[in-house]
């Protein structure tokens, strides 16, 4: 069964906590801050998470974090990417408490549980995830971009899961465009 967080987060924090990642990821000039990239990440949590009600995948599944993100996705970030992007590698791990780090074939790794204990690097992670992906993320001035932002989540996000792109517009309908903070 999936844990109810018990982090007191409103939607509108963590609004501010993704452009704060986004922006930080960007001074470094290490990825493009952009409207899109902000509301894939919002889409993705409002989803994952059920409008951040649970910070571990429901049914007892692996899945970490409002990102809901698999230990091994995570370590597969580290060992087959990050590695050889020194400078993402350097972002990636920045602020995490030493007591998180372990050695995974020669890199030190935040421990995949990291992504409940901070939220920030949860954000993080799901960027960098994406920005791995080599299709550009739909873009705003598209008629039916919400629709292809659910597409792109379910296909690169969720891959074979159980989850639908139905799924993922449905609930950020529900737990994003319904919300009046």
């Known amino acids: 069964m999936a844990t109810i967080s018990k982090k007191a987060l409103t939607k509108g924090q963590y609004l ?4 704060e990642v986004l922006f930080e990821l ?7 801050y952009s409207y899109e990239a902000r509301d894939l990440i919002m889409m993705t949590v409002m989803h994952e998470s059920c409008g ?16 809901n993100m698999e230990r091994k996705t995570h370590e597969d970030l580290y060992d087959n990417y990050l590695r050889y992007r ?40 799901a960027r ?6 080599p299709e550009s993320i739909p873009q705003y001035r598209s ?8 597409e792109y989540c379910k296909k690169y996000y969720n891959g074979p899961g159980k989850a ?9 309908a529900t737990h994003w465009l319904s919300y009046q903070g």
């Open 86 to 125: 020194s400078d993402l590698y350097e972002a990636a791990i920045e602020g995490v408490p030493q007591c998180f780090l372990y050695d995974l074939n020669g890199i030190m790794v935040p421990k995949a549980e990291y992504l409940i204990e901070s939220h920030k690097y949860a954000i993080k992670m």
């Open 143 to 150: 008629k039916f971009y919400l629709l292809e932002l659910s």
């Open 16 to 19: 501010r906590d993704i452009n």
């Open 128 to 133: 960098i995830h994406y920005f791995r992906v």
């Open 52 to 67: 951040l009600l649970y910070d571990r995948q429901m049914n007892g599944g692996p899945a970490l974090g409002y990102v």
């Open 164 to 172: 639908t792109a139905e799924k993922y517009f449905d609930d950020y």
């Open 26 to 32: 960007r001074n470094k000039g290490l990825i493009r």
